[in-house]
């Protein structure tokens, strides 16, 4: 697919998806919204991708939420379809057998602050600014905003974010578990690529079963979550890499893995 709202490069095993609409502060229309699904696809499908990075152009904004312009005139079963394809897209990016880190430089408001949430983790800049204001404009979030954050920080916290509509600052988002990291726009960028070759280090397959084993355990009893657990870490025995990091603890030294 040939992209126009988002720039999509791979280097080293790690992908990054930019959104790059400036003119709309990066802002998420269903053009952006399908090919960030069919980009997150690619990573998906090829193994020789490992990390996912999410970010924006510019030293503004992330993504300040879905299109208002393109929403404005939606008849019900267009906002349907354009928030089907929403939810669609970001359980993929869930669900990535791969880690994804939102590297968020700027706003991420609303559609914006879903799409991050939907990593496994956020790293953000010191100018960075969380929000569900979908309130303010007649809405309620409508990419899994009232679920996912309600999960990450509570749920008297996102409470107060989404009747409220306000903003919250990357210290106070740090300070409430939704952001992972703060660092000043300038490092941004290279922090977060620090942490994805840290994970391109590990063991492929244990980074599959682990997520998939924090994923889809979350809503299981803990009895049924950890049984899952179980499956996922026994799973990991039938790998080489489980051997070599082993062998290579006990002889005291760096393991090799090879995705297998
Ligand atoms: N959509 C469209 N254009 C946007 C935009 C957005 N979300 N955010 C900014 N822009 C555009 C502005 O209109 C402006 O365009 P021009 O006037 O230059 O043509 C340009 O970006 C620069 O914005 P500002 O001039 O406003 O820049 P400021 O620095 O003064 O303010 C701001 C930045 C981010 C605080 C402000 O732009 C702002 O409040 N933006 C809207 C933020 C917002 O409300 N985001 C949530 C959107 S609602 C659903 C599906 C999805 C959703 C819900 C339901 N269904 C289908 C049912 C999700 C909803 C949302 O995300």
Same mark, same amino acid.
């Given at each position: 697919?040939?992209?126009?709202?988002?720039?999509?490069?791979?280097?080293?095993?790690?992908?990054?998806?930019?959104?790059?609409?400036?003119?709309?502060?990066?802002?998420?229309?269903?053009?952006?919204?399908?090919?960030?699904?069919?980009?997150?696809?690619?990573?998906?499908?090829?193994?020789?991708?490992?990390?996912?990075?999410?970010?924006?152009?510019?030293?503004?904004?992330?993504?300040?939420?879905?299109?208002?312009?393109?929403?404005?005139?939606?008849?019900?079963?267009?906002?349907?379809?354009?928030?089907? #394809?929403?939810?669609?897209?970001?359980?993929?990016?869930?669900?990535?057998?791969?880690?994804?880190?939102?590297?968020?430089?700027?706003?991420?408001?609303?559609?914006?602050?879903?799409?991050?949430?939907?990593?496994?983790?956020?790293?953000?800049?010191?100018?960075?600014?969380?929000?569900?204001?979908?309130?303010?404009?007649?809405?309620?979030?409508?990419?899994?905003?009232?679920?996912?954050?309600?999960?990450?920080?509570?749920?008297?916290?996102?409470?107060?974010?989404?009747?409220?509509?306000?903003?919250?600052?990357?210290?106070?988002?740090?300070?409430?578990? #939704?952001?992972?990291?703060?660092?000043?726009?300038?490092?941004?960028?290279?922090?977060?690529?620090?942490?994805?070759?840290?994970?391109?280090?590990?063991?492929?397959?244990?980074?599959?079963?682990?997520?998939?084993?924090?994923?889809?355990?979350?809503?299981?009893?803990?009895?049924?979550?950890? +049984?899952?657990?179980?499956?996922?870490?026994?799973?990991?025995?039938?790998? +080489?890499?489980?051997?070599?990091?082993?062998?290579?603890?006990?002889?005291?030294?760096?393991?090799?893995?090879?995705?297998?």
């Amino acid at each position: 697919m040939e992209y126009k709202n988002i720039i999509f490069s791979v280097e080293e095993g790690i992908a990054t998806i930019t959104f790059n609409r400036p003119k709309a502060l990066n802002a998420m229309n269903s053009e952006t919204m399908l090919e960030l699904k069919d980009a997150v696809t690619v990573c998906k499908d090829d193994d020789t991708i490992r990390v996912l990075i999410l970010t924006g152009s510019g030293e503004k904004s992330f993504v300040a939420g879905a299109d208002i312009a393109q929403m404005q005139d939606m008849e019900p079963r267009e906002s349907l379809a354009f928030m089907e #394809l929403g939810h669609e897209t970001l359980r993929l990016l869930e669900t990535l057998p791969k880690p994804s880190i939102a590297a968020v430089n700027g706003f991420a408001l609303g559609g914006g602050a879903e799409i991050s949430m939907a990593c496994d983790v956020r790293f953000v800049s010191e100018n960075a600014k969380f929000g569900q204001p979908e309130i303010m404009i007649g809405l309620i979030p409508g990419w899994g905003g009232t679920q996912r954050l309600s999960r990450l920080i509570g749920m008297g916290r996102a409470k107060e974010l989404v009747l409220g509509g306000g903003q919250i600052d990357a210290a106070r988002a740090y300070e409430i578990g #939704l952001a992972n990291r703060v660092y000043p726009l300038d490092q941004l960028l290279e922090e977060t690529k620090k942490f994805a070759q840290k994970l391109i280090a590990m063991p492929p397959f244990g980074l599959k079963m682990a997520k998939h084993a924090i994923n889809f355990g979350y809503d299981l009893s803990l009895d049924n979550a950890n +049984r899952l657990e179980v499956e996922c870490c026994a799973q990991c025995f039938s790998t +080489r890499d489980q051997k070599e990091g082993m062998k290579a603890f006990l002889e005291k030294r760096k393991p090799n893995y090879i995705g297998r």
